[in-house]
């Protein structure tokens, strides 16, 4: 789970500390330019964003967030930058449309922390964490269909199909069963309700993950179409980084990552080796080089101060001067 910002809340067990997740390591990633012109697709609570604008006192930054609450909590921040912060209410996926509507291109860095944010999962009442007995939302811009929706009137095989691919859930099916059995008897509208149907029937070993888990991840998903968001924004960031750009990309699930890593190979001209779901590809003029030759992971310091951070990994690269390749849903030409 993502740790964007550096507000306190209460979460279970008491006050939480939001801290952005590898911000030093982001930033060094990101190698802040004088005069530079700077986007944060993933705003949060402006962790990043604080970070980059401290980097250096010439250099500006576009930020994005599309759930309405950031934006409000954001415009201290705002009003502190003196014309060097323009915050946003957008999905990063929408990134390249903003940056050229705003005069942010080309653009110097970007950087994205992927997932569901700490201020988030902390509220009861926007329904992402079973910790917490509220409302089955999920909903990152507060609109559109929900996760109750969505479980209350999913037929039983593309909803299996659906916490197996989003949530890599190996009891998919019961799951999917045990869901519409209890919608039967009554609609399923709380956290609670749902972590306790899934609890029913998916077992897990003393010190294994809650076993809501990975449906709940797999909701949360499809609710914000978060893959797909990752895919425009990666092919977005293609089309808006001038040359010797940086795309800083922080990850916090395997599903999040093979995208990320896939499109790096590619667009850095390696061979990406075949996946079940797609064949090898062939070799094309590089877009990008390579910055990090490996996962960027947080440090023993870290993992003792934010144990959210544990699970994040970030790559990066640089931009060439070759032309972005033709735009396509999948991240692939």
Same mark, same amino acid.
């Given at each position: 789970?993502?740790?964007?910002?550096?507000?306190?809340?209460?979460?279970?067990?008491?006050?939480?500390?939001?801290? !952005?997740?590898?911000? /030093?390591?982001?930033?060094?990633?990101?190698?802040?330019?004088?005069?530079?012109?700077?986007?944060?697709?993933?705003?949060?609570?402006?962790?990043? %964003?604080?970070?980059?604008?401290?980097? =250096?006192?010439?250099?500006?930054?576009?930020?994005?967030? #599309?759930? +309405?609450?950031?934006?409000?909590?954001?415009?201290?921040?705002?009003?502190?930058?003196?014309?060097?912060?323009?915050?946003?209410?957008?999905?990063?996926?929408?990134?390249?449309?903003?940056?050229?509507?705003?005069?942010?291109?080309?653009?110097?860095?970007?950087?994205?922390?992927?997932?569901?944010?700490?201020?988030?999962?902390?509220?009861?009442?926007?329904?992402?964490?079973?910790?917490?007995?509220? !409302?089955?939302?999920?909903?990152?811009?507060?609109?559109?269909?929900?996760?109750?929706?969505?479980?209350?009137?999913?037929?039983?095989?593309?909803?299996?199909?659906?916490?197996?691919?989003?949530? @890599? *859930?190996?009891?998919?099916?019961?799951?999917?069963?045990?869901?519409?059995?209890?919608?039967?008897?009554?609609?399923?509208?709380?956290?609670?309700?749902?972590?306790?149907?899934?609890?029913?029937?998916? /077992?897990?070993?003393?010190?294994?993950?809650?076993?809501?888990?990975? %449906?709940?991840?797999?909701?949360?998903?499809?609710?914000?179409?978060?893959?797909?968001?990752? *895919?425009?924004?990666? *092919?977005?960031?293609?089309?808006?980084?001038?040359?010797?750009?940086?795309?800083?990309?922080?990850?916090?699930?395997?599903?999040?990552?093979?995208?990320?890593?896939?499109?790096?190979?590619?667009?850095?001209?390696?061979?990406?080796? +075949?996946?079940?779901?797609? !064949?090898?590809?062939?070799?094309?003029?590089? %877009?990008?080089?390579?910055?990090?030759?490996?996962?960027?992971?947080?440090? @023993?310091? *870290?993992?003792?101060?934010?144990?959210?951070?544990?699970?994040?990994?970030?790559?990066?690269?640089?931009?060439? =001067?070759?032309?972005?390749?033709?735009?396509? #849903?999948?991240? #692939?030409?």
């Amino acid at each position: 789970m993502t740790g964007r910002g550096d507000r306190t809340s209460d979460a279970a067990g008491g006050p939480a500390r939001h801290v !952005p997740v590898l911000v /030093r390591e982001v930033v060094d990633a990101l190698s802040p330019q004088a005069s530079g012109l700077y986007c944060d697709g993933t705003f949060g609570a402006g962790g990043y %964003t604080r970070a980059i604008l401290a980097a =250096d006192p010439g250099l500006r930054v576009l930020a994005l967030d #599309r759930d +309405p609450d950031a934006i409000a909590g954001g415009q201290a921040l705002v009003a502190q930058s003196a014309g060097r912060l323009v915050l946003e209410e957008a999905r990063f996926g929408d990134l390249a449309a903003v940056a050229e509507r705003t005069g942010f291109v080309p653009l110097s860095g970007i950087v994205l922390d992927i997932g569901v944010s700490s201020m988030q999962l902390d509220d009861p009442h926007r329904g992402f964490s079973f910790r917490f007995d509220g !409302p089955l939302d999920m909903r990152m811009e507060q609109a559109g269909r929900s996760a109750a929706d969505i479980v209350n009137t999913m037929e039983e095989g593309p909803l299996a199909d659906l916490i197996f691919a989003y949530g @890599e *859930e190996r009891r998919s099916r019961a799951v999917a069963r045990a869901i519409v059995a209890a919608r039967r008897e009554e609609s399923i509208t709380t956290t609670k309700r749902l972590a306790d149907i899934v609890a029913s029937v998916v /077992r897990g070993a003393p010190g294994d993950i809650h076993p809501a888990t990975r %449906t709940f991840q797999a909701l949360r998903i499809a609710v914000n179409d978060e893959l797909g968001e990752l *895919e425009r924004a990666l *092919e977005g960031a293609e089309r808006v980084l001038a040359p010797g750009g940086r795309l800083v990309v922080v990850t916090f699930h395997s599903l999040e990552d093979r995208i990320v890593k896939r499109f790096m190979q590619e667009r850095t001209g390696r061979e990406a080796a +075949p996946s079940r779901h797609a !064949p090898a590809l062939a070799r094309s003029t590089a %877009t990008f080089a390579q910055v990090t030759r490996k996962p960027v992971v947080a440090g @023993e310091d *870290e993992l003792r101060d934010n144990p959210r951070a544990r699970s994040a990994k970030l790559r990066a690269v640089e931009r060439t =001067d070759a032309p972005a390749g033709p735009a396509t #849903r999948g991240g #692939r030409r």
